[in-house]
């Protein structure tokens, strides 16, 4: 079984920052894009940022100068490294790969979510 865990989320103050990782495993020949997404209450899911496997990135322009997007491919880990946040960045942050399994097929997976808040 492929699955996404993610780690990291939690209550922060405006300003502050938060570091989110997500891992994937189980039977995984290649990852392709690696992202994050977000949803806010009574908000559709947009994309944050997302990088590919030779390391180029994407980012939604809210974040940009921000949030940095990283990935480490020996551990098909992801990492998004949140500075100076804000309270519209609160959110449930999901994970996102676009992965090839050991059996060659290709599948997109989604993690559980992480819930991120920014308040005083």
């Known amino acids: 079984q492929v699955q996404l865990v993610e780690s990291g989320g939690g209550l922060v103050q405006p300003g502050g920052s938060l570091r989110l990782s997500c891992a994937a495993s189980?039977?995984?020949?290649?990852?392709?894009?690696m992202g994050w997404y977000r949803q806010a209450p009574g908000k559709q899911r947009e994309l944050v940022a997302a990088?590919?496997?030779?390391?180029?990135?994407n980012y939604a322009d809210s974040v940009k100068g921000r949030f940095t997007i990283s990935r480490d491919n020996a551990k098909n880990t992801v990492y998004l490294q949140m500075n100076r946040l804000k309270p519209e960045d609160t959110a449930v942050y999901y994970c996102?790969?676009?992965?090839?399994?050991?059996?060659?097929?290709?599948?997109?997976?989604w993690g559980q979510g992480t819930q991120v808040t920014v308040s005083s």
């Open positions: 996102n790969a676009d992965l090839v399994l050991s059996s060659g097929r290709r599948r997109t997976i």
């Open positions: 189980g039977s995984i020949f290649s990852i392709n894009v």
């Open positions: 990088i590919a496997t030779g390391g180029s990135t």
